[in-house]
Every structure is written in structure tokens, then in C-alpha cells.
């Protein structure tokens, strides 16, 4: 890992734009952002439009080319569905002007329900694991770089490794705040670390020449994340076309938050560092 000091946050926020520290940097290529930091900024910049009687349910995020290591220009608009329904869009645009992100954010106005006469068994509530789980990412192609998945997340598995492929459940939680200062909300940490569920849970190993990366990234909640740590429960699976799914349970220490799915694209890889 770099030697490179912790920066204030993922990104700076200044004139306007978001300016991304090299932390956010992705494992395939040193131009180009992870998918978790503009998955976060995509849910930022969705919040201030959500009311305080409403609950933002679902969030579907298109990344829909590399994210520049450059400033970002933000753009969000509201639009009432019904009457106690409505549709957040964000995006984040490139210095060329071309939309590189965007996200469309399903929100519910809340109310007060009776007793329920049946309620769904949802797993226990845990705790992250000790400093002894600590995991370090593989480099994958970034190499020795400063990147998001290796310096700005820490990781700590009870179920699986990066390493080796199947299933995991791996906690994370962000090492500085997604906005220079500024408190980072559930919604964003959820948003930041639910991108990692087809990584830990990939049907190859290290030393593969193939791969499968997310096209897009959907999340599901049906209640409120609390504290620093996002547990993922993920698990990949693939079609005999060479397509997948990866479907991630997402909790915190209190339990089951949501679910998370990426459809999965099935590609070529030759790897400079594992």
C-alpha cells in the first residue's frame, strides 16, 4: 500500500464541481475512478432533494464510460411520480461535457403502520470482525498505484477472500469521508461499497484471463444504514452466455439494510500484478 497521507475526502467540493483525490482511482486502468466513488457522489448529490417525510427506497446507477480522474460537473433534477411518489435524476458530467454517470433514485413517502400481522425472518445482527480480517485488495492491473479499492476501503472478511473465488461477506468501511468536510451519510457509505459485491464474490481467481465487470449497479433498501462499517454478502452468477448477476445482501451492525445487483459483463484480461 502507498505511503501517499489519507487526503480530506474522496472529493473536493469547489466553484461548483467535484475535483476526486487519487484515491478514488479504479484496479484497471490509472486514468479512471473505481465505480464506488461516483456511486457515492451520485447518492450525495440525490439526498438535499429527498423531504424529510419520504424515504429514498431504490437507487439504480448507470456508469456508463471509464470516470475521469478530473473534475466532475453535478446536475440533479426532481419529478413527482404521484402523490407520494417521485424520481431523483443525478449526474456527473466530464470536462468534455459528456455525462460519464448517472442515477435515477425511487422515493417513497413514509407513513405509520399498524402492527404487521407477518414479518420476514432477516439475519442476525453482527459485528465487524477483529483487526485480524483485515484483508488487503490485489493490485490487479493499477499496480503499485494509490487506488479506492486498496487504500480508501478497508476490508475485513468472515466469509471468503479476494483472492480466492465463491462467494464472500466482506465488511468495509471508508478510511476518510466521501465529501471534504462533510459527514458522510448511510445512504452514501452503502452506495460507495455495494460496487465491491461482484469483486469479492468473482467466479475466478487472480491469475485468471478472464473476468466480469458491472455494467450497472441497483440498490434496494428498506430501511435506514447506521454507522461506519457496510457488511456485503455477495454472490456472482453467470449465464451460459457469458453474462452474469451479482446479488449482494447489504447490512450494517444492527442487520439486513438491502440488496444490491450488477449485471455483469463477461471480458478479457491480461493482468500486470496480482
Known amino acids: 500500500?502507498?505511503?501517499?497521507?489519507?487526503?480530506?475526502?474522496?472529493?473536493?467540493?469547489?466553484?461548483?464541481?467535484?475535483?476526486?483525490?487519487?484515491?478514488?482511482?479504479?484496479?484497471?486502468?490509472?486514468?479512471?475512478?473505481?465505480?464506488?466513488?461516483?456511486?457515492?457522489?451520485?447518492?450525495?448529490?440525490?439526498?438535499?432533494?429527498?423531504k424529510p417525510d419520504e424515504f429514498l427506497a431504490h437507487l439504480d446507477i448507470e456508469l456508463l464510460r471509464p470516470i475521469p480522474l478530473t473534475s466532475l460537473t453535478p446536475s440533479v433534477s426532481r419529478r413527482q411520480v404521484s402523490g407520494r411518489v417521485a424520481r431523483i435524476e443525478s449526474q456527473i458530467s466530464s470536462e468534455r461535457g459528456e455525462v460519464v454517470a448517472q442515477a435515477s433514485a425511487l422515493v417513497l413517502q413514509t407513513t405509520k403502520l399498524t402492527e404487521p400481522d407477518w414479518l420476514a425472518e432477516v439475519p442476525p445482527a453482527t459485528s465487524p470482525p477483529s483487526e485480524d480480517a483485515r484483508a488487503d485488495p490485489p493490485?490487479?492491473?493499477?499496480?503499485?498505484?494509490?487506488?479506492?479499492?486498496?487504500?480508501?476501503?478497508?476490508?475485513?472478511?468472515?466469509?471468503?477472500?479476494?483472492?480466492?473465488?465463491?462467494?464472500?461477506?466482506?465488511?468495509?468501511?471508508?478510511?476518510?469521508?466521501?465529501?471534504?468536510?462533510?459527514e458522510t451519510?448511510?445512504?452514501?457509505?452503502?452506495?460507495?461499497?455495494?460496487?465491491?459485491?461482484?469483486?469479492?464474490?468473482a467466479i475466478y481467481g487472480p491469475?485468471?484471463?478472464?473476468?466480469?465487470?458491472?455494467?450497472?449497479?441497483?440498490?434496494?433498501?428498506?430501511?435506514?444504514?447506521?454507522?461506519?462499517?457496510?457488511?456485503?454478502?455477495?454472490?456472482?452468477?453467470?449465464?451460459?452466455?457469458?453474462?452474469?448477476l451479482g446479488v449482494t445482501m447489504l447490512g450494517d451492525t444492527n442487520g439486513l439494510v438491502g440488496v444490491a445487483t450488477q449485471s455483469l459483463l463477461g471480458y478479457s484480461l491480461r493482468r500486470d500484478a496480482t
Open 1 to 50: 500500500m502507498t505511503d501517499q497521507p489519507i487526503p480530506d475526502g474522496l472529493f473536493a467540493y469547489e466553484d461548483g464541481k467535484y475535483h476526486p483525490s487519487e484515491f478514488t482511482r479504479g484496479p484497471w486502468r490509472p486514468d479512471a475512478q473505481h465505480g464506488g466513488p461516483p456511486a457515492g457522489l451520485l447518492a450525495h448529490l440525490c439526498q438535499p432533494e429527498v
Open 139 to 182: 493490485r490487479w492491473a493499477s499496480g503499485n498505484v494509490t487506488s479506492y479499492h486498496r487504500n480508501a476501503v478497508e476490508h475485513r472478511f468472515t466469509e471468503g477472500d479476494f483472492r480466492e473465488p465463491g462467494p464472500a461477506v466482506d465488511w468495509m468501511r471508508l478510511r476518510m469521508p466521501l465529501i471534504a468536510g462533510r
Open 185 to 201: 451519510s448511510g445512504l452514501e457509505r452503502i452506495a460507495a461499497a455495494a460496487d465491491f459485491g461482484s469483486g469479492i464474490s
Open 207 to 244: 491469475d485468471a484471463e478472464m473476468g466480469l465487470i458491472n455494467a450497472n449497479l441497483a440498490i434496494a433498501m428498506y430501511r435506514h444504514h447506521v454507522g461506519e462499517w457496510v457488511s456485503l454478502d455477495a454472490t456472482t452468477h453467470v449465464g451460459a452466455q457469458g453474462t452474469g
